[in-house]
């Protein structure tokens, strides 16, 4: 169960995102995961009201958006989803394939309230 | 401290409370970022990658399941090498000094991280244990994570080979049950098999079947700490990776 130890990482970046643009709270935050990083969204969730206690984040919405796997075979050049257990190409069986998602472990966007209507 | 089960929030505790806010409706933004979560964590591994550069050290990421070899691979290493090559440890462990203990015990130098509940080695804690352990003249750092098939896999601690072990009493199922730590291995170890003629459940080829299908494309190595050719094999590959280390870093 690392997953806290991810949500805190995620917690800082979120601080550093609030500090930079003003922010008086932070509304909501997406992240993308991906299973072969090696994250349970779920766990994640979980986690999350526990990292964001306190923090600027406190009452931020988690948008959790899992990316499926998907791989490239190298042999018939086809696209397809596969289990992260079974990254074989779903066309034609071969194992010489790139992943070319599910990876990721991203913040993506953050939306925040800030004090005023900005001055133009 | 608990980093991970929440008993102790661990920096997080340590901040300002942040002052709750009027519910008047301020002025809302939708700012992209996109960086990687564990961003903080990769510069730092970086960093240590850097230092073990520096130093012309090879650093090897030890990781597993709990029991399934890493200590005694390292001390059986550890003898076969002694007076060929420079070794060092650092052991990550929940609770005990015991392993840290046992590498001393051959004659080199350890130091132990003791993570708490925590799960898995992180940059920031190799990098802490770098302050008690000086590189200087040494050829291989080893560090044995903590015996673990999931955590330790999503956390890059800057090591230049990550190596899984999988030992036969385990199950040559599994790479399939936990696919993030053996895809991302550059050497897989199958340790044990000084045990197979005892557990016919365990096929070698299954193994390697699910190895393959996980995505894992290193070599794979079948051997026992006793001796024979797959240690031979192991302590090659060793000695392969340092001549490399040493040529980049000339």
């Known amino acids: 169960m690392h997953e806290l130890a991810v949500c805190q990482a995620l917690i800082e970046q979120v601080e550093r995102v609030a500090r930079d643009n003003a922010a008086r709270r932070i509304l909501s935050i997406t992240v993308s995961v991906g299973p ?60 010489h394939v790139d992943v070319i998602a599910g990876e990721e472990m991203l913040l993506q966007r953050v939306e925040i309230e800030t004090a005023d209507e900005p001055v133009h | 401290m608990c980093r991970d089960c929440g008993c102790s929030l661990g920096p997080a505790a340590a901040r300002a409370p942040f ?48 029991g399934s070899g890493k200590t005694s691979l390292l001390e059986a290493t ?65 560090v044995e994570n903590v015996g673990n098939l999931v955590c330790p896999a999503s956390f890059d601690l800057g090591v230049h080979r990550n ?21 991302g291995a550059d050497l897989a170890l199958i340790t044990k098999v000084d045990l197979l003629p005892h557990i016919e459940e365990f096929s070698v080829e299954r193994a390697r079947d699910s190895l393959r299908q996980v995505g894992f494309r290193g070599d794979i190595i079948e051997l026992t700490r006793r ?7 192991w302590l090659g590959w060793l000695r392969g990776e340092v001549t490399a280390r040493r040529a980049a870093a000339a």
């Open chain 1, 36 to 95: 072969l990083s090696g994250i349970e969204a779920k766990l994640l969730e979980h986690a999350y009201p526990l990292a964001a206690a306190g923090t600027v984040a406190e009452e931020a919405r988690l948008v959790v958006v899992t990316v499926p796997v998907r791989v490239r075979c190298r042999s018939c050049r086809a696209e397809t989803e596969a289990a992260s257990n079974r990254l074989l190409c779903g066309s034609c069986n071969d194992w």
């Open chain 2, 19 to 66: 002052a709750a806010q009027p519910a008047t409706k301020g002025h809302i933004e939708s700012i992209e970022v996109i960086t990687a979560i564990l961003d903080a964590n990769d510069r730092i591994a970086a960093h240590n990658r850097t230092h073990f550069d520096g130093h012309g050290v090879l650093a090897v990421n030890l990781m597993s399941s709990p």
């Open chain 2, 78 to 142: 550890i003898r076969a090498l002694q007076g060929e090559l420079r070794l060092a440890v650092i052991e990550g462990d929940l609770a005990t000094e015991n392993d840290a203990a046992r590498i001393r015990a051959c004659g080199v130098p350890a130091v132990q991280i003791t993570t708490g509940n925590a799960c898995h080695l992180d940059a920031q804690m190799v990098h802490d244990a770098l302050q008690d352990l000086p590189l200087d003249g040494l050829d291989v750092l080893f």
């Open chain 2, 163 to 183: 190596l899984t072990l999988l030992s036969v009493p385990e199950g040559d199922d599994k790479p399939a049950k936990y696919p993030v730590m053996f895809r």
């Open chain 2, 227 to 233: 001796g024979g050719p797959g240690f031979e094999a």
